[in-house]
């Protein structure tokens, strides 16, 4: 009896078979993520991941080469809001007739815009930078604080096709609001692709942005980088 009840006990003890298959197991899922996290976190960063080098096709050739870069067009004749409003308006078809009613107007290019003009359809061109829609972004704000265009589009003066240049990520954006001065330039300056802050005001673009970092009231980067600023 007295046996019967100490093995009874000791049956307790013993682990379940499948128990033997917990250290392999664990060994296999240890070697599947030494490989598998390095993988999905490089595809992630990886520009294609994160659209750097996206080019859409747009419905109209439009060539900002040609219209900002030799004709010297501000970005603003198009993109009116941009100053103005958290988002930078497409132009309407009214404003490309301006003067395509008397340049080129019998351009097989520009077909479509004479269509829309006629018939008040509008012209769906394709969004490039495009953030996620959890990302506050105000357009007016960063112009309005001295952030030029080229900083986050690039030499769109020298695209016949509009492309991502920067990322647009998380990081790319924070890595700006720890440290602005590395990028402010006076407001009227902010759409002109070739500013030089030497050749401008004769100051290098830390000594000139810090400068214009107090000129601007530009906050601290507690505030700059609270979620808070960028999520809400």
């Not at 107090?214 to 700059?224: C, E, H, L, Q, V």
Request: with cysteine.
């Amino acid at each position: 009896m007295g046996r019967a009840a100490i093995s009874s006990t000791n049956s307790q003890f013993v682990f379940p078979r499948w128990a033997n298959y917990l250290l392999p197991g664990l060994l296999l899922a240890l070697a599947v993520a030494v490989i598998y996290v390095p993988v999905v976190v490089g595809y992630g960063l990886a520009p294609q991941a994160l659209a750097v080098g996206y080019r859409p096709i747009q419905p109209v050739p439009y060539s900002h080469a040609l219209h900002a870069g030799e004709l010297g067009i501000d970005c603003r004749y198009c993109h009116n809001t941009v100053d103005k409003a958290p988002f930078a308006a497409l132009p309407p078809t009214q404003t490309c007739m301006n003067c395509h009613s008397m340049i080129k107007t019998d351009s097989p290019k520009l077909a479509l815009v004479r269509q829309s003009y006629a018939t008040g359809m509008p012209i769906h061109w394709i969004r490039v930078h495009d953030l996620a829609g959890y990302v506050y972004f105000n357009h007016a704000i960063h112009v309005n604080k001295g952030i030029g265009c080229v900083t986050c589009h690039g030499r769109v003066d020298k695209m016949d096709v509009v492309a991502q240049v920067k990322p647009l990520s998380m990081g790319w954006c924070l890595d700006c609001h720890r440290a602005p001065e590395k990028y402010l330039r006076p407001r009227d300056q902010v759409t002109n692709m070739t500013w030089d802050p030497v050749a401008d005001a004769g100051k290098d673009q830390l000594t000139l942005g810090l400068e214009l970092k107090r000129k601007y009231n530009i906050p601290d980067a507690t505030f700059m980088t609270s979620c808070s600023t960028c999520h809400r």
